[in-house]
């Protein structure tokens, strides 16, 4: 590089999230799993596999599915449940999904994996328990991801954990910004 180049000590790196082969790089947190999926053209529109009961990643059967929804530029994290795992699959938008391992006995303890995910490129996250979990509507129109919880929502007592994830708690613990 030039060393008459103003700004050069400001730039940074580009890492890729995928390797030559095209194969999305793997996650480095413990537990935490993406299965790539592929719209498959036909003659009138697309196709795409959310969930099929003999992928093991699924990790057992489907109990409860719901959609939320999430505005253009809008947050939504860090979320947790001690006991279920989400499993969430991004129908339309353009999503930047952020997990942080909080857990202090885990190896990968303090890691953050983010990753983008679209109707271009829709994938299904596994998040495990007590894993804190979010994310960023980046696109111009709203999103729409489709969670399907290992465990039915129990609402007398929801496993729903929430800190803000503007809060300063959540500045000095998560080493992520959105």
Known sequence: MADDLIGRDELVA???????????KRLSIEGLRFRPARPVPHEDGHVVEVA?????VLGGPVVQVHTTTTLPGRIR???LHQRSTDRLFVVSGLIRLAVFDGRTGSPSFGQVNSLLVSELSPGLLIVPPNL?????NIGATEAVIINMPENLYDHENPDALD?????PEAE?????RW
């Open 52 to 56: 099929r009961a003999d992928w093991p």
């Open 77 to 79: 994290a860090w979320g």
């Open 163 to 167: 800190l803000p994830w503007d809060s």
């Open 14 to 24: 580009k890492h890729s999230a995928v390797d030559a082969a095209g194969a999305l």
């Open 172 to 176: 000095a613990l998560i080493p992520f």
């Open 132 to 136: 804190y979990h979010g994310w960023k």
